[in-house]
């Protein structure tokens, strides 16, 4: 399938310079974007890079009523000698394929997801870092457009691809969180879509995330909605516990979102002399380990931030400080191993990075 390349205006390169400094998160994006449309009739088709525009949808929209919708969160990252990398955008192609399914959605074939995201980002280097933190953000999204109001599958879907310049999560320095543990609001249930990387998820996650803000927090630990007892997941990243040379995180049940930087992790964590372990936590077993010092670190992981330590829970409103309440040693150390990986400044053990290739 060709890609069909118009003109866009293109902002200066001082303009871009500028644009790239301090961007912070999704709110600066390029000039182009890549876009497809899909109908029973003719499959994936017109698939192009335009000028980045507001995208025209009928009212009535599925995506707008009944959020028909998937995306995903992936990366590209400047390396020292020029080159662009990616990093394991595979994984995500399939997470998204598996969102999609979940969600009566079509799939996007391998090729199809590679020379969008490639051929998107190879047109807007010009828009990646280079100070060797920032990166140049990727959102694959895919949205029901059919003009109906009766609850059913879209019959026709968009697919689009857009980047922009996002700084170094934390742009003063690795710095621990705290996190409000809920048992009133819960994320996701098993036999849910909390696997699925879709909107309706975080519409539910956004009012516990204000009452965590409320209590000081930055975001909010879920437990399993059946027991409302063992640690799923933070809403937007994955959760470690290290209990002394042990790592573990919660099995992939169907109700947490399967993450790259989990599965990564799960695979470095043993190189570094770490035994790995999925397993339900009880939060209980958090609460006891801060207070006896068996748990030692906890934190969280994702495409966005990477590793964040997690200094302190707070949990029915009581505080429980993790560790000594800073960033922990594990934590650091999986966070310059991928990042290393991830800018090229180490080496590449699982054949993780793939280069973005100049295409002429
Ligand atoms: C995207 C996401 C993650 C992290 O996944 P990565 O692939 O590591 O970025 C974790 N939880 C949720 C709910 C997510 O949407």
Same mark, same amino acid.
Do not use: C, Q
């Given at each position: 399938m060709q890609i069909r390349i118009s003109d866009a205006p293109l902002t200066p390169p001082e303009e871009i310079a500028r644009r790239k400094q301090n961007p912070g998160f999704g709110k600066v994006f390029s000039d182009r974007m890549f876009i497809a449309r899909w109908t029973e =009739? $003719? %499959?994936?088709? @017109?698939l192009a890079i335009e000028p980045y525009a507001p995208i025209p949808l @009928?009212? *009535? *929209?599925n995506v707008l009523h009944y959020a028909q919708e998937v995306f995903e969160g992936l990366k590209a990252y400047g390396w020292q000698d020029g080159r662009v990398a990616l990093f394991r955008p595979e994984m995500n192609g399939r997470r998204l394929n598996q969102s999609a399914e979940r969600m009566c959605m079509p799939t996007v074939p391998e090729p199809m997801w590679r020379d969008a995201i490639e051929t998107l980002v190879d047109l807007e280097r010009a828009w990646v870092p280079t100070d060797g933190e920032g990166s140049l953000y990727i959102r694959p999204t895919m949205i029901g457009t059919e003009p109906?109001? %009766?609850v059913k599958v879209s019959n026709s879907f968009l697919f689009y691809v857009i980047v922009g310049p996002a700084g170094p999560y934390f742009p003063t320095g690795f710095k621990p969180v705290r996190i409000w543990v809920t048992r =009133? +609001?819960? $994320?996701? *249930?098993? %036999?849910?879509?909390? +696997?699925a990387k879709t909107a309706g998820n975080y519409a539910a996650s956004l009012l516990p995330g204000r009452i965590a803000a409320e209590k000081g927090c930055s975001q909010v630990l879920y437990l399993d *909605? $059946? =027991? $409302?007892?063992y640690i799923e997941e933070l809403g937007g990243m994955n959760v470690f516990c290290r209990f002394g040379g042990r790592l573990v995180t919660p099995p992939l049940t169907g109700s947490i979102l399967p993450g790259v930087t989990r599965d990564s992790i799960l695979r470095l964590a043993p190189d570094l002399g770490y035994e790995v372990e999925e397993r339900p936590i009880a939060i209980d077993e958090i609460v006891d380990g801060a207070r006896s010092g068996e748990l030692g670190e906890m934190f969280a992981v994702g495409t966005a931030a990477v590793v964040t330590a997690i200094g302190e829970l707070v949990v029915e409103d009581e505080p429980v400080r993790i560790g000594d309440g800073g960033v922990g040693e594990t934590a650091t150390q999986l966070y310059r191993k991928l990042t290393d990986i991830q800018y090229g400044r180490g080496p590449d053990p699982y054949g993780w990075t793939r280069i973005v290739e100049p295409r002429g």
């Open positions: =009739e $003719r %499959g994936w088709h @017109d @009928d009212p *009535a *929209a109906s109001l %009766g =009133e +609001f819960v $994320r996701a *249930a098993v %036999g849910g879509i909390g +696997f *909605a $059946r =027991e $409302r007892r």
